[in-house]
């Protein structure tokens, strides 16, 4: 059987891939996630997640489930692309050694605005039904 090489699987897969560093740095992206958001490597890769976020809260949101090294699944956030305002249905959990976060592994698709509304709406009936 015939294997792809990982780093071509991840750098030419059609759903958006990139790393975030603990401090909130993107460390990569792959072309997917450029194309998306309409940037170039230089003008994304780089820079901190905050410059991208519309929603400072969902940022917040993500980075605390993060820290914590926890997972989150389909969690939808409205990202500045470079002409307009995207929505993003993320999946992300954390690369980590010996209980250190080194970076993040974020999967993220471009939804519609109507798929982002009723995401948005399922994740808070979610957190106000959550029984910790």
């Known amino acids: 059987m015939i294997t792809e090489n990982p780093t071509d699987f991840i750098k030419n897969s059609n759903i958006g891939i990139h790393t975030v560093s603990p401090e909130g740095i993107i460390n990569y992206a792959n072309q997917h996630e450029l194309n998306i958001l309409g940037y170039t490597e230089e003008e994304y890769v780089g820079h901190h997640v905050s410059e991208f976020q519309f929603d400072k809260s969902c940022l917040d949101l993500m980075m605390n489930k993060l820290a914590k090294l926890e997972a989150f699944t389909n969690f939808p956030a409205m ?9 993003i249905l993320y999946n992300s959990s954390v690369y980590e050694a010996d209980g250190e976060f080194i970076h993040t592994r974020c999967f993220g698709n471009e939804i519609s605005e109507n798929v982002y509304h009723a995401c948005v709406l399922e994740y808070k009936r979610l957190l106000i039904n959550r029984t910790d």
């Open 79 to 87: 990202v500045y692309g470079k002409k307009k305002i995207k929505y």
